[in-house]
C-alpha cells in the first residue's frame, strides 16, 4: 500500500470543505476548487464547482452532515473521498436525508480538481422531485 506524502492535506481540505458546506458559504467552497475545478452530480450533472454550489445553496434552507468518515487512496493516487449522512432541508421546508459518498481528485497543488457525488437518487427524486434543478439563484 502506497499513502500519497499529501494524505493529510487533503483530509484537511475535506474536513473544511464538510464544515463550509454545512454553513453554506459557497465563496469559501469554492475556494477549495482549482479555477477549472468541476462537479458530477447525479441530479444536476457536471458544472463549474461555483455553478453547482450556486444551485445547491438556491434549494437549500439548511444542511446538516452526520457520521462522515474520510478515506484516502491506499494506491498513491491524489484522490480521498468521504461518506456521510446529508440531511437536506430545501428551500420549500421538505426535508430528505440519505447517505452519500463524495470522491475527490486534488491537483498538484492540493486544490479539488473535481469532485464527484456518489448516492442512490431513486427515493430522491421521489421525495424532492424536480425542486433542486429549478431552484432559482438570486
Known amino acids: 500500500m502506497v499513502i ?3 494524505a493529510l492535506s487533503y ?3 475535506i474536513h ?3 464544515a463550509l458546506l454545512a454553513a453554506g458559504d459557497v465563496r469559501a467552497i469554492v475556494t477549495l476548487f482549482s479555477p477549472q475545478g468541476m462537479v458530477h452530480s447525479p441530479f444536476l450533472g457536471v458544472k463549474p464547482a461555483g455553478e453547482f454550489f450556486e444551485q445547491l445553496k438556491a434549494a437549500t434552507r439548511r444542511s446538516v452532515l452526520e457520521d462522515a ?3 484516502v487512496s491506499g494506491v ?3 484522490r480521498a473521498s468521504v461518506c456521510f449522512t446529508y440531511q437536506w432541508e ?3 421546508g421538505s426535508h430528505v436525508s440519505f447517505r452519500c459518498v463524495d470522491l475527490f ?3 498538484e497543488d492540493g486544490l479539488i480538481a473535481s469532485m464527484t457525488i456518489i448516492y442512490d437518487t431513486a427515493p430522491i427524486r421521489a421525495e424532492v422531485g424536480d425542486k433542486y434543478r429549478r431552484a432559482e439563484i438570486t
Request: hydrophobic share 40%.
Open 16 to 18: 473544511k470543505y464538510l
Open 90 to 92: 430545501l428551500a420549500d
Open 76 to 78: 498513491g493516487s491524489r
Open 105 to 107: 481528485d486534488f491537483d
Open 69 to 71: 468518515e474520510v478515506f
Open 11 to 13: 483530509i484537511d481540505v
Open 4 to 6: 500519497s506524502s499529501n
